[in-house]
């Protein structure tokens, strides 16, 4: 499925079973791809094959292949279970992952949100609230996936009608739409729906287009425009099975510079969604053969980075410059390539 097309165009079932089909195919993806097929069950309607699917990704973790997020999976379990009446199961996968405190903050987020929709609004209160305290406390600029939890918690705290605190100007800051988010969080919003003033209509009308905006930017996963980047030993492996690809690749450091330059070209032209994918010489001699031609292709290299970001393995570009960089130094993104 194209990240454009639209959700009513979608047959979801098919989908799902497309995404599994490429999940056999590609074990090592199998969490992202699996997830992401269980999303399209429950947006079909079929929420108990859902919970098998996650059921089959939690069972793969017990053995030798570990799970990337496994707090995540049973996060999303737990709303599915909700969802179709298992109430009491779902309430006690979420004390679990309350008690185990991720320092992922995606498990927080869906869990804040399905006792919210169930308008547990002071346990979503309390969990959005522990989870901030967890991952934000003494950070000097908030990761951009912890913003869906600032935004969460000070949408709860307006419905419960409590004072702002320091947590919610934070979120203030980090939000960059036009409308404010006491005005998208406002409950008493949905009264103006109502109002017989076309000003006071138009006004709530633009309020929703910026609140539908911040949710599709929320959940939406398009595939990023992804650049190939090859770590130092890979790149030298590559380089001594075949040689012909210097020309391409000179040295690892003009190969990091140049990757650098052509991020920041595109994001200078206006492209959108980029992102960093990271090559290995089996993967790649993999992917040659299922193409049916060489590894010394050159043509063949902006296929194998688009390939990748497709099942879900590229990293956003550019990272915040407090993060690690994006090449793998270890070193924050600022002081390293970002500077």
């Not at 903050?105 to 308008?119: G, K, Y």
């Not at 009608?161 to 969080?185: F, I, S």
Request: hydrophobic share 40%; glycine share 6%; net charge negative.
């Amino acid at each position: 499925m194209r990240p454009d097309t639209p959700a009513e165009n979608v047959d979801h079932t098919a989908e799902a079973d497309r995404l599994e089909r490429t999940a056999g195919l590609y074990p090592e993806d199998a969490e992202a791809l699996l997830l992401r097929a269980a999303a399209h069950l429950e947006l079909s309607g079929d929420r108990f094959a859902a919970a098998a699917l996650y059921d089959r990704l939690l069972a793969s973790g017990t053995g030798r292949t570990e799970l990337e997020n496994p707090h995540l999976v049973r996060a999303l379990k737990a709303s599915n279970l909700w969802e179709y009446g298992h109430e009491a199961e779902a309430r006690a996968i979420i004390d679990g992952i309350r008690t185990a405190a991720p320092r992922d903050p995606a498990p927080w987020v869906v869990v804040a949100e399905s006792l919210e929709t169930h308008d547990e609004l002071e346990a979503a209160h309390e969990t959005l609230t522990e989870a901030v305290r967890l991952l934000l406390t003494d950070v000097p600029e908030p990761p951009a996936p912890t913003h869906p939890l600032l935004f969460g918690r000070h949408r709860v705290r307006r419905m419960l009608g409590v004072p702002h605190d320091a947590w919610d100007a934070l979120a203030d800051t980090v939000h960059n739409l036009p409308v404010t988010l006491d005005e998208l969080h406002d409950p008493k919003r949905v009264w103006s729906l109502g109002s017989e003033n076309p000003a006071e209509l138009e006004a709530e009308i633009s309020r929703l287009r910026a609140e539908l905006g911040a949710y599709r930017t929320a959940l939406s996963r398009p595939f990023p425009v992804a650049i190939l980047h090859w770590p130092a030993p890979e790149l030298a492996e590559l380089l001594q099975a075949y040689p012909s690809l210097a020309t391409e690749y000179p040295s690892h450091q003009e190969h990091l510079a140049t990757t650098e330059t052509a991020l920041r070209e595109l994001a200078a032209s206006g492209t959108l969604n980029l992102g960093v994918v990271t090559g290995t010489v089996p993967s790649y001699e993999a992917f040659a053969a299922s193409e049916a031609t060489t590894p010394d292709d050159t043509d063949l290299l902006p296929q194998y980075a688009t390939t990748l970001a497709a099942r879900g393995r590229a990293v956003p570009w550019p990272p915040q410059r407090s993060a690690p960089c994006w090449c793998g130094s270890g070193n924050p993104y600022g002081q390293c390539h970002g500077t």
